[in-house]
């Protein structure tokens, strides 16, 4: 059985999307970081494609580069008067929260390397249309659909409600 | 021989005696009233007092015809009527009263008196602002006497004897801002009470000894055979039975209340008190309560004697007496003071009611408590009425004449003198005969007889001196005198009337008091007047009088000498006389003796009380506060130290911990990042494993 | 070691975006970009998801895309609300920087 080996494809993403996601984290103009971070969606789009996860790609286009980081950049723009610090972009624990980081990406890939025994060597490609996608929304999953709705408009409402301007209050 | 009628036994109370308690508590109730009215009440005051008192008197009388008929038909009455006051287990405290010959004659006697004396008072203390106060302490102390008559219990009589004591007081210091007053009234009280210590113990003794304290009761009482003999069984020290030792003790404290050597010493003094008082309370009544109770417990002092024997206690009781008769009769030749040389006399005449009750027995004493009652109350009063006609003045030398200024108050004071001394037909004669005749036959020893025809004497000879200096003579004073109004002379008027005549009651012809007393018959006999003893008795008697009236007569008659001028008998024996003018120094023995003891006893008991209670107290107080001290420096090191430490630890680690909410989002996240890596750790060495 | 299969390398590709995504939170001043970490760590928990989906065993077919689409629709909301409240406590405090807001010390 053919194992499919990690592919230049997926190596160039898995490049892109990690330098997007550094430059994101690492930049000193937040603009910048958001649309480093929009690369960063960009490339884990393009891996959800690879993963013949097309409606998942797809919803993660719309969703987060189209709705979330607008919304950070919208967001960025809004409090623009704080713009860098005196003291540094990072705080003054950035060593503990560094060390903290790099102490959970090596225990979840000690985990994942180190149990490759239980995991199967090829499976066959999921078929998922679209199709089956509404009937098992409008089906299945129509009470977490449902509750998901009812969250987004709290949210939306109370986002509203918290970021809009009080009559009077501090600019 | 007259026939002996004795008592006959008791099968119910008649109507009266169920009453009789009513005697004492009317004028009880009346005085308790007076005292919550305010000062101006006068008239309701003396209402109140007199109307009680009459009231008294009239159930007096009542009981008095009750017992005269219940006698005359040949029963003689004893009435009594106890109650359980106090019981205790199975130990009962009873109480009761009596209606026999001895209280209702008491009875009647003192209402009547005390009457004739409250009416006198209205005359005498109209011009005193506390004319209120006066009437409400006559009322209890009328009261508290008539209580003491009709006692049938050792206990009620002890009671009511301790009442008559503090009325006695209240009345002797009526005028407390007086300091001489006051001081007679503390006197008095103190005395007295020295005398009731013994009768207390008598009381105790003889409650021990019988088991009961009341006088009859059907057999039962300690008056009666039963308890006697039980009492007569009993040995005390010194050769005494149970019953002589009880009655000596019991006549200490008659004693002190009559006025015996050596506890006369408050009598005199207590003239301080208003002369009504001295009237009612020091002639009448209350002194004569201790010879009452003598008289009652009679039965107790003469068990064990053998037919016309004596015993230990009637021997003491007639030495007693005899001397104290002397004595004070001694005294009393000296004295300038109208009252003091009555309070003497007085003194003297309770010695002769002793000896009389001591030789002769229940009636002689009697007969002369109640004659001397009248005519000494009588003589009181008069003085009174001389006061008050000279102008508040009391020395005999400073007076004189009166005999025209003041005619009424004269002829009444002269019955008075006259059956005092003892001049035949007046009531005193009798009286006092029927003493020395009983004396004269008295088995132990005929020296108290001779001593009591000596005071007979001297009796005669300082009231002659006393009559001589205030009604005879010149007067020496300052303002002319006049006489007393009527209110008060008429009270005179009567008593002196029973001055004259009471003394028919008792004559040897007509024994009626003597028989009456105890419940003997008593026929009238002129035969009796001629036996020959009594004939000698009394023509010795009179003799005796009649040499000592001449004497002071022949001394002092005609004569009118000026106040400062030295007395006759002064010049002719000045050391006798000044020992007899300072009443033989009695008072100043006991002040340097007795007094001088208590002093420094008082003293001593007062160094023990701050030094060594004090000390023991402020010991234990010092003990309990260094034991405070202890557990403050426990509590402030040990507990406070601990516990208060544990909570600082408590605090400061709270403080510790809650740094970590140092509000910080990061920090939380980097917490909680931490804390993922750590489970995840375990979770998959676990499942490794 | 040994081989390393495409599964393992997406699950890597996912543990450092999430470190990455972490990091950032936790050391960068901005609240911000506190948010846009987190939005990282997300998403690679999305794509564990559809990695798990598409080469782990599926008796359901349907049940990891589903996970990772409701995924992403909730932290769509958590964004907005997120962003919400950063602009509200900028409009107080003037300043979105983390480490002045400590108001909530214990």
């Known amino acids: 059985m053919r194992v499919p080996a990690m592919t230049i494809v997926f190596y160039v993403i898995a490049a892109i999307t990690v330098a997007g996601a550094l430059a994101a984290m690492l930049l000193k103009n937040t603009v910048h970081c958001a649309l480093a971070l929009t690369v960063a969606f960009a490339g884990l789009a393009i891996q959800f494609l690879e993963l013949d996860a097309q409606f998942a790609g797809f919803a993660q286009i719309l969703v987060y580069i189209g709705a979330v980081a607008i919304l950070v950049v919208f967001a960025i723009l809004l409090t623009r008067g704080s713009e860098t610090p005196k003291e540094g972009v990072f705080s003054k624990t950035w060593l503990a929260g560094l060390a903290i980081a790099a102490m959970v990406f090596a225990v979840l890939s000690w985990a994942v390397l180190n149990s490759t025994s239980s995991l199967p060597g090829d499976s066959p490609k999921p078929t998922v249309s679209v199709l089956e996608i509404g009937n098992a929304l409008m089906g299945r999953y129509v009470l977490p659909l449902e509750i998901v709705a009812v969250l987004l408009t709290s949210a939306l409402i109370g986002a509203v409600i918290v970021a809009k301007h009080e009559k009077g209050s501090a600019k | ?689 | ?106």
């Open chain 2, 1 to 689: 021989m007259q026939a002996t009628i004795s008592f006959t036994p008791q099968v119910g109370a008649s109507a009266i005696t169920q009453l009789l308690w009513l005697i004492p508590a009317v004028p009880v109730v009346a005085s308790g009233v007076i005292a919550l009215l305010k000062q101006p009440k006068r008239k309701t005051a003396a209402t109140l007092a007199i109307g009680s008192l009459g009231f008294s008197l009239l159930l007096a009388l009542i009981a008095f015809g009750h017992v005269v008929s219940g006698w005359s038909h040949g029963n003689a009455v004893r009435e009594t009527v106890n109650f359980s006051w106090i019981r205790v287990g199975t130990t009962n405290i009873d109480l009761g009263w009596v209606l026999d010959p001895l209280s209702a004659a008491m009875l009647v006697m003192v209402c009547f008196v005390g009457l004739l004396i409250f009416i006198y008072s209205t005359g005498y203390m109209a011009h005193d602002e506390n004319f209120t106060r006066f009437f409400c302490f006559l009322s209890l102390f009328a009261g508290a006497m008539l209580g003491v008559v009709i006692a049938n219990s050792l206990l009620l009589l002890f009671m009511c004897w301790e009442l008559v004591g503090l009325t006695s007081y209240l009345l002797i210091g009526f005028w407390y801002y007086k300091p001489a007053a006051a001081a007679a009234a503390k006197k008095a009280f103190l005395t007295t009470r020295v005398g009731d210590i013994f009768f207390l113990l008598g009381m105790v003794w003889l409650a021990s000894g019988t088991g009961t304290l009341l006088f009859y009761n059907n057999g039962g009482g300690s008056m009666e055979a039963g308890a006697l003999a039980s009492l007569l069984g009993q040995h005390a020290a010194w050769g005494l039975t149970a019953a002589g030792a009880i009655g000596l003790l019991i006549f200490c404290g008659a004693a002190g209340k009559s006025g015996q050597f050596p506890l006369h010493v408050w009598l005199p003094d207590a003239m301080e008190g208003p002369t009504p008082v001295s009237a009612l309370i020091h002639a009448a009544t209350m002194v004569a309560a201790g010879v009452y109770l003598i008289a009652r417990v009679y039965p107790l002092m003469a068990a064990g004697s053998l037919l016309g024997g004596s015993t230990t206690a009637l021997t003491v009781v007639t030495w007693v007496g005899a001397f104290t008769a002397v004595f004070a009769a001694l005294i009393a030749i000296a004295q300038d003071d109208i009252k003091r040389i009555l309070a003497y006399s007085t003194i003297s005449q309770l010695g002769y009611m002793m000896a009389g009750l001591g030789m002769g027995g229940v009636a002689v004493g009697m007969f002369h408590l109640i004659t001397h009652a009248f005519f000494k109350a009588l003589l009181f009063m008069g003085a009174g009425s001389v006061i008050h006609g000279c102008h508040e003045e009391q020395n005999i030398r400073k007076m004189g004449g009166l005999k025209s200024d003041m005619p009424l108050t004269f002829v009444t004071y002269a019955a008075g003198m006259l059956a005092l001394c003892g001049v035949p037909i007046f009531a005193g004669f009798w009286s006092k005969d029927g003493i020395l005749e009983a004396g004269s036959h008295w088995s132990v020893s005929k020296g108290p007889v001779a001593l009591l025809v000596f005071g007979a004497m001297l009796t005669a000879f300082y009231m002659t001196r006393q009559v001589v200096y205030v009604f005879f003579g010149h007067w020496r004073g300052h303002k002319p005198a006049h006489e007393s109004p009527a209110v008060m002379t008429i009270p005179l008027a009567i008593l002196a009337f029973f001055a004259f005549v009471l003394g028919l009651f008792g004559t040897p012809a007509w024994p009626w008091f003597q028989g009456f007393v105890s419940g003997r018959e008593a026929p009238l006999e002129i035969r009796g007047l001629f036996e020959s003893n009594v004939l000698l008795v009394m023509g010795e008697s009179i003799g005796f009088v009649f040499v000592g009236i001449v004497l002071a007569w022949w001394l002092y008659g005609g004569k009118s000498p000026k106040p400062d001028t030295p007395d006759v008998l002064e010049k002719a024996a000045p050391l006798p006389w000044a020992w007899l003018r300072n009443r033989l120094y009695i008072d100043e023995i006991y002040g340097v003796t007795l007094i001088a003891f208590y002093a420094w006893w008082a003293r001593v008991a007062d160094w023990c009380d701050r030094r060594v209670w004090g000390g023991a107290v402020s010991g234990v107080a010092i003990i309990f506060r260094g034991w405070a001290q202890l557990n403050r420096l426990l509590d402030a090191n040990v507990v406070d130290g601990t516990f208060d430490k544990g909570c600082e630890e408590l605090s400061t680690g709270g403080g510790l911990l809650s740094r970590v909410q140092s509000g910080q989002v990061q920090a939380y996240l980097r917490w909680l990042a931490f804390a993922v890596v750590v489970l995840a750790v375990i979770l998959i060495w676990s499942s490794r494993a």
């Open chain 3, 1 to 106: 070691m040994g081989h390393v299969t495409a599964l393992q390398g997406y699950l890597l590709l996912a543990a450092l975006l999430f470190a990455i995504g972490l990091a950032g939170a936790l050391t960068r001043r901005n609240a911000i970009l506190v948010l846009i970490g987190i939005e990282l760590m997300l998403n690679a928990a999305n794509l564990n998801l559809i990695a798990f989906w598409r080469y782990g065993p599926h008796p359901e077919a349907l049940t990891g895309m589903m996970f990772a689409i409701f995924s992403i629709a909730v932290a769509a909301a958590e964004a907005a609300v997120g962003l919400g409240l950063v602009i509200h406590i900028y409009r107080f405090t003037q300043t979105t920087d983390l480490d002045q807001m400590n108001r909530m010390k214990g």
